[in-house]
């Protein structure tokens, strides 16, 4: 196991690290949040911010990218819940509350993805998407200014929990 943490990163002492892994700086790992790098390592990017059972999974399950790294950018929030097995998310975006996004789909920047959606194999997410539970829900805001919404508030939400964590939980050193 190799473990990799940037600068100014939280990581509660609940939450569960294995295999490759390496965190980029100022993210925050609520309690029992999970990274597992069973079948690849798994890079994440600055500012990211795992909410309390996220999961973020390197695991093949049957598939033939057998040791892909999963990449995961700057600025993204994982909400409460998510599952996430996608080896390709972009920059800025918020996985909602008990999504789960499937080893082949692929998820670009500036995207919100509402609570609940299950993003399938095989799906790619473009730009500046916001995503619903039916197929017709999906809407392209065409617009930089969303990607920037979601940094910005993922951004608060991180300086707000790096005071705040460390008074009700311990956290690793």
């Known amino acids: 196991?190799?473990?990799?943490?940037?600068?100014?990163?939280?990581?509660?002492?609940?939450?569960?690290?294995?295999?490759?892994i390496t965190i980029g700086s100022n993210c925050v790992l609520h309690p029992f949040s999970r990274i597992i790098a069973?079948?690849?390592?798994?890079?994440?990017?600055d500012g990211n911010l795992l909410e309390a059972n996220c999961v973020l999974i390197n695991e093949k399950k049957g598939t033939r990218d057998s040791s892909a790294p999963m990449r995961i950018g700057s600025y993204n929030r994982f909400e409460i819940g998510s599952e996430v097995r996608s080896l390709t998310i972009g920059n800025c975006n918020v996985i909602g509350i008990k999504t789960k996004l499937e080893r082949g789909s692929v998820l670009k920047d500036g995207i919100v993805i509402a609570p609940t959606v299950n993003v399938k194999d095989g799906v790619q997410v473009q730009?500046?998407?916001?995503?619903?539970?039916?197929?017709?829900?999906?809407?392209?805001?065409?617009?930089?200014?969303?990607k920037e919404e979601n940094k910005l508030s993922t951004t608060e939400q991180i300086d707000f929990l790096k005071n705040m964590l460390p008074k009700y939980n311990n956290i690793r050193n």
């Open 38 to 45: 069973k079948d690849g390592p798994i890079v994440i990017g």
């Open 127 to 146: 730009n500046y998407t916001v995503m619903f539970h039916k197929p017709e829900l999906i809407v392209n805001i065409s617009s930089e200014s969303q």
């Open 1 to 20: 196991m190799t473990l990799k943490i940037g600068q100014n990163t939280i990581i509660c002492d609940s939450s569960e690290l294995e295999g490759d």
